[in-house]
């Protein structure tokens, strides 16, 4: 299971065709934040080429699942997400003076690599894009109250008495015991 386009395959009129890619690929890579809701990731890859130039643009659909980082609950997150990457024949990257200008700009372009002369292999940036679309701190809600500090109880089911008044002042309050000390 890889998504790989034989360059031969490939001309000036864009093809689409779907891959899938393993789910768990890119759940090794996120430490344990994340695990797969669904076995694989549905990938869409329109392609053309011209002479060894190929243009990509793939379209990324897969399911995780994490847990809320402020409650602790499950939550299953869909990612979809869309990329494009250009891909030069082997050794332009890095043809230095020989190159013209154009050529210059695409080597200083994240979006653009070189292939190997033989297939268009995207698992990698597939994975990379799907890492990068999923969110830093996930969250059930936007609004999630998260757990109460003191006793440990889901703020969104739950209500507790603790009073949250001193914790929540006392960075502050510490910050200002240290300014009377210095004057
Ligand atoms: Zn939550
Ligand atoms: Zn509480």
Not at 128 to 152: M, Y
């Amino acid at each position: 299971m890889a998504v790989s386009l034989p360059i031969s395959t490939l001309n000036a009129t864009p093809q689409t065709r779907e891959a899938s890619l393993a789910t768990s690929w890119c759940a090794e890579r996120l430490a344990g934040v994340y695990e797969a809701a669904a076995p694989t990731m549905a990938i869409a890859v329109t392609a053309s080429r011209h002479a060894e130039v190929v243009e990509v643009h793939a379209h990324v659909q897969g399911k995780f699942r994490c847990a809320c980082s402020r409650c602790a609950e499950p939550v299953e997150l869909t990612v979809d997400t869309e990329f494009d990457h250009h891909f030069v024949g082997p050794g332009q990257l890095d043809a230095g003076d020989e190159f013209d200008a154009e050529a210059a700009d695409l080597d200083a372009d994240p979006d653009v690599s070189e292939h190997d002369g033989a297939n268009i292999l995207l698992d990698e940036l597939c994975i990379e894009h799907t890492i990068l679309a999923l969110p830093d701190v996930p969250l059930c809600n936007e609004d999630c109250k998260g757990l109460c500090p003191r006793c440990g109880i889901n703020r969104n089911t739950e209500t507790c008495t603790c009073d949250l008044s001193e914790e929540r002042s006392s960075p502050w309050a510490k910050l200002a015991e240290l300014r009377v000390q210095k004057n």
